[in-house]
């Protein structure tokens, strides 16, 4: 009985040893990332991958967590959470000056930026001239308008011109039916679609067919620089499991937005737009790039030297600034 007894406790306590490595080994490699808005068709690779295992393939334990009323940038830049999803024009003014964030840019989620003006159809705001005389929502931002500003007068336009109406729009929809603004600037794969399964006829331009130099990238994940100085090989292998969720997006968009729905279930009421959004994203995530994820170093810099030649921040950024290639898979 005591030599039973003895054999019973050794191994409670090799179990108890290997919970203990099992349960620091998950620790060690617990990941959390913040989004940048609510779930959308932006995020989808990165519940994919962790539906279909990617991140569990990789030893991974990944937590994906809304945006705090700050942003994601500062809970990264802070080290409370290692990954997140943000913008590059959102990044520029927290890239420079003494209390610039330490964050980078390490893979980028669209290829290409896909904003632009969407209006009522057959109001004469096909083009950026059309805005003159018009009402448009404006956040106020020295970017935003400068940007309107840039690409209404390579159309012959006048940017004085404009009614700049405070923007409270959170439907866009709604917000064209009504006729509370005649222009809205919108990311097209959700907005738009929104009003094409509304069935609200409209007219659009993107920034980036007007001015090359708008072709930023948006939205991106960042990382925090201290932690991917220090787990450079963690920092891959999540980077290479989000990689197979896009591309898995890009190539399957009804099976990716149903696991998004599943993911997040108060999407389902509106399963039409997700569908939609997803088929129009599944053709953006990679577009011409050689790989998901990939950028590329003359549109990032170019963006950052316009906003350095317009004099848009505090400082100057050094335009090659906050981004890399060097944690996506081969």
């Known amino acids: ?27 060690k490699n617990k990941i959390t990332i913040v989004l940048d808005w609510t779930p959308n068709t932006n995020h989808t690779g990165i519940y994919v991958a962790q539906k279909m295992g990617y991140f569990e393939e990789a030893g991974l334990n990944v937590e994906v967590v809304q945006p705090p ?16 999803v943000s913008c590059q024009d959102s990044l520029a003014p927290a890239f420079v000056g003494d209390s610039s964030i330490p964050v980078t840019a390490v893979s980028a989620i ?26 448009y929502a404006t956040w106020d931002a020295p970017v935003e308008k400068a940007t309107i500003k840039d690409v209404m007068e390579a159309d012959g336009g006048n940017f004085d011109l404009v009614e700049l109406i405070p923007s ?51 939205p991106v994940i960042i990382g925090n620089n201290s932690w991917l ?26 099976e990716a937005a149903d696991i998004l729905m599943d993911a997040a279930p108060e999407l389902k009421s509106n399963s039409e737009l997700v569908y939609k959004s997803q088929e129009y994203l599944s053709k953006e995530y990679i577009a011409d ?32 600034h906050g981004f ?7």
């Open 1 to 27: 009985m005591k030599k039973l007894i003895s054999i019973m406790i050794s191994i409670l306590l090799v179990l108890s040893l290997v919970g203990c490595n099992a349960t620091n080994k998950k620790d």
């Open 69 to 84: 009323e700050g942003g994601a940038e500062m809970l990264v830049a802070s080290g409370k959470a290692q990954f997140g």
């Open 110 to 135: 669209l290829q290409h930026n896909t904003s632009g003006i969407i209006s009522r159809a057959g109001e004469g705001i096909d083009t950026p001239k059309g805005l003159e005389g018009k009402k």
């Open 168 to 218: 409270t729009v959170t439907d866009e929809v709604s917000a064209l039916k009504s006729k509370s603004v005649d222009a809205i600037w919108i990311y097209y794969g959700w907005a738009g679609i929104a009003c094409q399964v509304a069935g609200v006829e409209t007219d659009y331009f993107e920034f980036a067919d007007i001015n090359p130099v708008f072709d930023f990238y948006t």
């Open 229 to 254: 100085e220090k787990n450079s090989k963690t920092a891959k292998a999540f980077v290479e499991a989000i990689s197979k969720g896009y591309t898995y997006a890009s190539e399957n968009p009804k």
């Open 289 to 320: 790039a050689n790989k998901w994820g990939e950028f590329d170093a003359k549109r990032w810099s170019a963006f950052y030297e316009w906003l350095n030649e317009n004099n848009l921040l505090e400082d100057k950024i050094d335009p090659m």
């Open 324 to 330: 890399t290639n060097e944690y996506l898979p081969e």
